[in-house]
């Protein structure tokens, strides 16, 4: 819906005031997956000054909210959360209703894939392509925050027929984590894993070789950009276990294929990804 210019204006204060208290963390994420602990400390502090200055504003669009502990407001959330298309159990592609889809659809039938299947929130269009965007800018860890808590228990529902035992984020390079001050996948893994009741473990897959942003690339192009690009911890205790990867976003598959296929050094029987948006 839109927004009135005043409202904007309080909007962008909002999103603002996000990104400076933000630089006073990212010294502490800066080499963690996610945050440590005093990360997590001025995660909570800034939420509160948030709170304190703009006190229940929805993050999408700051309408004002009538219970404190909502993050978005009754049609962004719907927005959110609604899907209303079909998506192929394989590959997270949007498709007909009546498509038959035994070995894929038409968009990965012919595609070798590391992973066997992908959950998604929704289509990387509209608000939640809006959100995702602004995941990666600065001050985006405590959006990330929000969207997570309003979308974690969607996807645990649609990862629990996969009987998943861990949740893995896809990893950013050292750099960029350093860079950005935290990893937005690992935020999401978290949430989700908790509503689960499964382990999220952000150490267990390294991005080794930094690479360039895959949406500048074509699509032959985004699978040479991350050949290679993954290496995974070991870990005994995880052959035999369904495994899920998580990341914000999914275009042509090319970063999940690598991350899972490092990850399948690790002899899991499975491995499913889980994205907010598939493009």
């Known amino acids: 819906h839109n927004m009135p210019s005043s409202v904007l204006g309080l909007f962008e204060w909002k999103q603002r005031l996000s990104e400076k208290s933000g630089r006073s963390s990212r010294s502490w994420d800066a080499s963690m997956p996610a945050r440590s602990p005093i990360g997590a400390f001025f995660a909570d502090v800034k939420r509160g000054l948030l709170q304190l200055l703009l006190p229940n504003t929805c993050w ?55 992973f066997d299947a992908v959950v998604r929130v929704g289509t990387h269009d509209g608000l939640l392509r809006d959100m995702v965007l602004r995941l990666k800018q600065p001050g985006g860890d405590t959006l990330a925050e929000a969207v997570a808590g309003l979308l974690a228990e969607d996807l645990a529902r649609k990862l629990a027929p996969l009987r998943p035992d861990c949740l893995v984020p896809v990893p950013l390079h050292w750099l960029r984590t350093f860079q950005r001050g935290f990893n937005q996948s690992a935020i999401i893994a978290g949430r989700v894993a908790s509503v689960l009741g499964k382990p999220c473990r952000p150490r267990l897959l390294r991005r080794v ?28 205790d995880l052959a035999g276990k369904t495994l899920v990867l998580v990341d914000d976003v999914m275009t042509t598959g090319s970063t999940a294929h690598e991350a899972a296929r490092a990850l399948k050094a690790l002899k899991p029987a499975r491995i499913a990804v889980c994205v907010l948006a598939r493009r």
């Open 60 to 114: 999408a669009c700051a309408a004002p909210l009538p219970e404190r502990d909502r993050s978005f407001c009754a049609p962004c959330e719907w927005a959110l959360r609604t899907d209303p298309f079909f998506a192929c159990p394989r590959c997270g592609s949007t498709v007909g209703p009546h498509v038959p889809l035994e070995g894929g659809c038409i968009h990965c039938r012919d595609e070798s894939f590391a």
């Open 209 to 236: 070789r930094r690479t360039l942003p895959q949406t500048s690339q074509t699509g032959a192009q985004r699978r040479d950009n991350v050949r290679g690009a993954f290496l995974a911890r070991p870990a005994a």
